[in-house]
C-alpha cells in the first residue's frame, strides 16, 4: 500500500456494486516487504512484522458524504477483512502485528458532533466496524489501534513519547 490513488479503482467498483469485494492491494505489497526483509535479514525471527491498514472508514474520509453509506462501509470492511486473510495466507500470524489507522475516525470524536454532515449514528457505526475488522485478526497476531491527535485547527499536537520506542523495534 503505497499511495490512496492505488485504492481508487477497489472504491468505484464497490461504489458500483457495494455488494463486491474487490482487492484493495495491501497485502500483496506487505507479503512481499514481509519477505524481502526475512531474505535481507532486515527482520529477525523472533520480531513481528507490523503492517499499518488502514481502517474501512479512513477510506473514504474525506470523500463527499455520498461515499458515507452504510452498505459502503460494509463493502470496505469485507475488503480489509480480505486483505488480512489474503495475508494471513502468506505471513504467520505469530509474525505479525496489525495496526490500525483510526485518524480519520478520531477527528469524527473531537469534533463532538460539529460535522453536521455526517450521519447521526456515525461514531457508534464506527466502534462497530472496529469490532468487525479486530475480529478478523487472529488470536496469535498483536493488534493494535493508532489513534491520531490533531487539534481543531488541524495541526499535529505532538508525538506521544512511546512512538519513538515502537519506532525502535520495527
Not at 480519520?104 to 473531537?110: D, L, P
Not at 457508534?124 to 469490532?131: A, C, G, I, K, P
Not at 491527535?149 to 488541524?154: I, Q
Amino acid at each position: 500500500f503505497r499511495s490512496t490513488e492505488a485504492l481508487l479503482p477497489a472504491l468505484q467498483a464497490l461504489v458500483a456494486r457495494p455488494d463486491a469485494t474487490p482487492a484493495l492491494g495491501i497485502a500483496t505489497v506487505a507479503i512481499d516487504d514481509f519477505r524481502q526483509a526475512r531474505i535481507e535479514g532486515r527482520l529477525k525471527p523472533d520480531t513481528r512484522f507490523v503492517i499499518a491498514l488502514p481502517t474501512p472508514y479512513s477510506l473514504v474520509a474525506g470523500a463527499d458524504g455520498a461515499l458515507h453509506s452504510p452498505a459502503l462501509l460494509a463493502g470496505l470492511e469485507r475488503c480489509v477483512a480480505a486483505e488480512l486473510t489474503m495475508l494471513l495466507e502468506a505471513v504467520p500470524a505469530g509474525d505479525l502485528s496489525i495496526q490500525f489507522d483510526v485518524c480519520a475516525e478520531t477527528r469524527i470524536w473531537e469534533s463532538r458532533g460539529r460535522d453536521l454532515g455526517a450521519p447521526r449514528d456515525l461514531p457508534e457505526r464506527l466502534l462497530q466496524s472496529f469490532v468487525i475488522i479486530a475480529d478478523a485478526v487472529p488470536r496469535d497476531a498483536e493488534v493494535g489501534w493508532h489513534f491520531c491527535h490533531r487539534g481543531h485547527d488541524g495541526v499535529v499536537s505532538g508525538t506521544p513519547h512511546d512512538a519513538e520506542i515502537g519506532r525502535a523495534h520495527v
